[in-house]
């Protein structure tokens, strides 16, 4: 009753989706790209699975996909504590480290700022609370009998 | 570009407004997300300008580009987002009750509950 | 201060979540949030009226780059309302027992967001707290669970959801004419630039909060929602989110586009007019008191767009008095809906009288602001619209009266009298409005502050 087309597309585009909302999300600051941005395509990518194989299914495929919501908690709670321990130290919140100006650690290519921290909490959050919320829209509409 | 954003604009709302109309409820929902977006659009549109990254330290040569209205957008694009998460989870409820995702079942269901009520009233 | 006005309903509405709303400590912890939360609204209400306006740029940040919160008298006095309105009625559904997992945390959602919309200085800080609120008053709607209230709040949402979006598009469109979005420079720029376009957002704003008041030619969402909702959740509606619109028209209108709101002031009469014939004679033919007092809030929310349609210095208070008595009346009433037994239908009968305008009631001062007002100005169409309204409250008001209060107790009411607490703060809620009734000079002055904080907001 799914259409195999988009069975495949979602099959070949989950990996490269995730490393390119990966991408995003550590580039952000030195490049184009942020926390937000990088959650918002690995919710589409995600769920696309939903619409391609139907929420049990993407669920089997995708182990941790139902424990998602839980980490939009913790991704709150990180995104929190990176605005609120400048706080503990005397800086007003959302202080970054390093300062502008200073040089940041460097990882390859990588910019370790710790405004990138922030931002993996952001991403958590977006992530968890998309899949989460199409879950539960999901089973919801199920137990209704509905047609979703 | 002010044009093309306001076209856009223009088009977006006026499908959301045509799709507000429909009885089917998803229809509606489909509506309601394309008016966000055309809210968003006029958002964007409303500082729009051309110029070096808005990072500082800043170059005083020529001009920066406004970073606030991306920052609008962004905020409304969520409140957006939670709206229609909001707005599915009751069109599920709303069909679990009335068991008909349109607008129209649903007016006859109501119809049919007044009815039985002006009923018991005149029987009293 | 002003910071901790909103932030402590903030923190305890997100600590409330992870609750279940309905255990009874959950619900008096709730209960003892929103009253702290009053509280500090309050006193700084007091501070306000004392010391004149404050003001906090969040962040530390300079004037102008960070958001400002700012409490003027306009702001603080809706702010307490609104936060008295869901203490009371937040109250009243714990004493009745809460039914849904989320209800104290949704009402604390919403007394952060009406607190923060009140007292904020920033056009689109505005609109971000106007959509937490009205989320949360979404949810709220649906709370009962049956198919009436979920078919309500649909509705409800997908009205509002299109008049907030037309207040965003608003709100682009200041942005763009005025390359700010800071409440008082924005007024500043408006003044001066080209009226063309002052006008289409003027527009553009009203019919945003016309379609939150419920005004004439957008009214038609509200009765179903307000008489299918639950009492308490109408209450919460009628009383605390109507605010909203009346703030919002007297803020942006009187506040940021003085001139515009003179251009359209006969425009204002006639919808204003339209609205309280409309609402009452629909009112007068409904027979249920939830529909009755729907239909009521329509026409009520007539007089304060006549009253601003009067303007001036002694309009605007009218505007500001009455908006805030009818918010009372309306929470009032709507509480005292389901309840029955011994001074429940006294408590209704001052919220009626109240309605109509009749002393010793707060109604009367807000009625009689508006008269004066209206003679001030010389104008007939306004005293004679008072006039018909006020006939016609009376008339509806009582109908529903005598249906619901004049029949044997036995028969109104199939489980006997409600608890007593219920009916405490029913009867405290009429107190306070004959108190206002017999002793109106606060009512007054924080009118007359409003009014003048909106004019110097120049």
Known sequence: MRPTLSQAVARLILLPGLAISIATLVKGYGDAGDGFAAGVIAALTLLVQYVAFGYREAERRIPGLRRLPVAAVAGLARALAVALVPAARGDAILTHWPPPGDSPVRLGTLELVSAVLFDVGVFLVVLGVVTGAVGAIARAAERAGGRA | ?124 | MIALAVGIPWVAAVALLFLDGRRRWVGWLAVTAAAAGFGTVAALAALVVVDGPREVVAGGWPPGVGIVLRADALGVAFAVLSSGVLLVALAQQVIAGVRSRTFPALVLFLATGLTGLFLTGDVFNFYVFFELSMIAAYVLTTYGGRARQTGGAFIFAVVNLLGSFIFLIAVAAIYHVTGTLEMRAVADQLAVVEPSTVILIAVALFVAFGVKLGLFPFHFWLPVVYAGARPTVAAILGGALANIGSYGVLRFGAGLLPRELELGAVALLVIGGASIVYGSLQAVSRRTAPEVLAYSSIGQVGYVLVALSVGGRAGLAAAVVFALVNSLNKALLFLTVELRGWLVGAAFAVGALSVTGVPPSAGFFGKAALFRAGLDAGDVAVVVLLFLGGALSFVYMFQIYQRDHWRPASATAPGGSSPLAARAIAIGLAMLVIALGVWPEPLISIGEDAASALLGGR
């Open chain 2, 1 to 124: 570009m002010i044009l093309v954003i306001s076209l856009v604009v223009a088009i977006l709302f006026g499908a959301g407004a045509y799709l507000l109309l429909k009885p089917d409820l998803f229809r509606v929902i489909v509506g309601v997300v394309l008016v966000s977006h055309a809210a968003n659009l006029a958002l964007m549109g409303s500082g729009l300008s051309r110029g070096q990254p808005p990072i500082y330290p800043l170059p005083f040569s020529d001009g920066i580009s406004d970073p606030l209205v991306q920052a609008l957008t962004l905020t409304a694009i969520v409140i957006g987002f939670a709206v229609t998460t909001l707005l599915l989870g009751l069109v599920v409820r709303v069909y679990r009750s009335h068991f008909a995702p349109d607008l129209d079942e649903v007016a006859r269901a109501e119809a049919r509950r007044e009815a039985e009520l002006e009923r018991d009233e005149v029987s009293i």
